[in-house]
């Protein structure tokens, strides 16, 4: 498949999980939303890497990274963005998930040694907190505290823990990426179907054809599928290219929301959008920072042989 159509279809796919987590959020709540998601993605992606051939067998390590990942990744970012796409159109929704590699950047500097705090970084880092203000500001001023502000809240936490799962393989040993993403999946299901019993309790209402049909759209068009997408953009393009998926995907987000829900957002958020893009992939020519603050001010100079 030509990369530029691989690249559209996985930023299509992760696109419109938001509006498709609306539109199922309302016949599953919000637990049970994300235990369904992870339950049923698990043996679709174990179907995925039995066919990519034998697969190493995991060992404690790839336990532990899978165990955490799937935390991070999949536990906590399904039921926080169900939770929070409750109370703030999908599109808003779309577009805050993009801030996910702003979040990586901050924590990569924070956490990783190859990866140390630089004045670029710290630059970068206040121009995108500046561009999240201006996507959620809005409605945290006209809403204050209220349904708003918690949906706001709530979808931020996704980004933030997709984020600190990244920075945690980036600690850990590299695995086949599907096993990795099954063996995850079967810890989001393990994890959030326990919870979703206790805090949602039993459904009381049987769902509708149409929310099963969405829900299995959400399941295999906007998580299984993107993630095999973006699998097979790394392996043709490079991570580099695979990563333009994220920044292309509020895009998409916001069409689907105009189009399927009739959704208007302020321009502020175009604008605060635009600013979270540029602080996580451009980069500030090294003539703006000040000599002493760029990498490597400081070390003494190696005479030239």
Known sequence: ????????????????????????????????LGALRAALGLPLLIIAAGMMGAQR???????????????????????????GMQYIPSGMGGMLYATMPLFTLALAALFLRDEPATLEQALRIAVGIGGVLLIAGPGLVADGLGQAGLGTALTLISPLS???????????????PLMLSAGMFLVGALSVWPLALLIDGTPQVVPSGDAIGILIALVVLATVAPNLLNYALVQQAGANKAALAMFLMPGFSVVFGMIFLDERLPLLAFAGLALVIGASSARIPSRWIPARFRPGAGRPRVPES
Do not use: E, Q
């Open 162 to 176: 997709y984020a600190a799962g990244n920075v945690w393989f980036r600690r850990r040993r590299k695995m086949a």
């Open 57 to 83: 067998r995991p060992d404690a390590h790839d336990a532990l990274t899978a165990l955490v990942g799937g935390i991070l990744t999949v536990s906590i970012p399904f039921v926080s963005m169900a939770a």
């Open 1 to 32: 498949m030509p990369t530029p159509l691989l690249l559209i279809l996985s930023a299509a796919g992760f696109g419109a999980s938001p509006l498709l987590i609306v539109l199922n959020v309302g016949a599953f709540p919000p637990w049970t």
